[in-house]
């Protein structure tokens, strides 16, 4: 299975930083990246996929790069509304496997 | 508007079945894939399984923590994809999420999630 390394596993920032998290896989998973973010008792809302690609209707501020086995998610200018759990996920091979997740909170 | 929608869930006794449904609108549901994943109490995200569409063969795929124990399968009639889940432990608790999928492993659009407690 492929081990997906995320961190940290929390942060706190202020309004208006930049705001980054990493995901490391255990092995070359191209780009075949997804990373999600949840909200307390909501299901998990894909932002950004095959690593760099913003899904429709996500804010700008949200971005993602990286190939092989590093990746990185960011949030440009943090808002009270980005308060979230963000999880990064890999599709390459089965089975499907998450990162840990990071608990952003607004410091 | 898209949207799935999970019901089934509940209480259940350690090696009893339960039979969860995702019921699909707003789209033309043979079309995708769709998958069931799964979030225990304060933890992250696991995959179940998945069955590929119509024009795939219909295929399934499962995590090998349930391989052999839960059954996924789609009515592609009646825009609903189940996941049969036998002899449950504890370990199954968690809330289930059903997804569809723009492809294999790339869930998009998330069910709200039911919540299954296994425990006697």
């Known amino acids: 299975d492929i081990q997906m390394t995320q961190s940290p596993s929390s942060l706190s920032a202020s309004v208006g930083d930049r705001v980054t998290i990493t995901c490391q896989a255990s092995?070359?998973?191209?780009?075949?990246l997804n990373w999600y973010q949840q909200k307390p008792g909501k299901a998990p809302k894909l932002l950004i996929y095959d690593a760099s690609n913003l899904e429709t209707g996500v804010p700008s501020r949200f971005s993602g790069s990286g190939s092989g086995t590093d990746f990185s998610f960011t949030i440009s200018s943090l808002q009270p509304e980005d308060i979230a759990t963000y999880f990064c996920?890999?599709?390459?091979?089965?089975?499907?496997?998450f990162g840990g997740g990071t608990k952003v909170e607004i410091k | 508007e898209v949207q799935l929608v999970e019901s089934g869930g509940g209480l259940v006794q350690p090696g009893r079945s339960l039979r969860l449904s995702c019921t699909a609108s707003g789209f033309t549901f043979g079309d995708y894939a769709m998958s069931w994943f799964r979030q225990a109490p304060g933890r992250g995200l696991e995959w179940v399984c998945f069955?590929?569409?119509?024009?795939?063969?219909?295929?399934?795929e499962y995590a090998a923590s349930v391989k052999g124990r839960f059954t996924i399968s789609r009515d592609d009639s009646k825009s609903i994809a189940y996941l049969q889940m036998n002899s449950l432990k504890t370990e199954d608790t968690a809330v289930y999420y059903c997804?569809?999928?723009?492809?294999?492993?790339?869930?998009?659009?998330w069910g709200q999630g039911i919540l299954v407690t296994v425990s006697s």
């Open positions: 092995q070359d998973i191209t780009n075949y």
């Open positions: 996920q890999q599709y390459d091979s089965l089975p499907l496997t």
């Open positions: 069955i590929r569409g119509k024009a795939y063969g219909g295929t399934t």
């Open positions: 997804t569809r999928d723009s492809r294999v492993g790339q869930p998009v659009v």
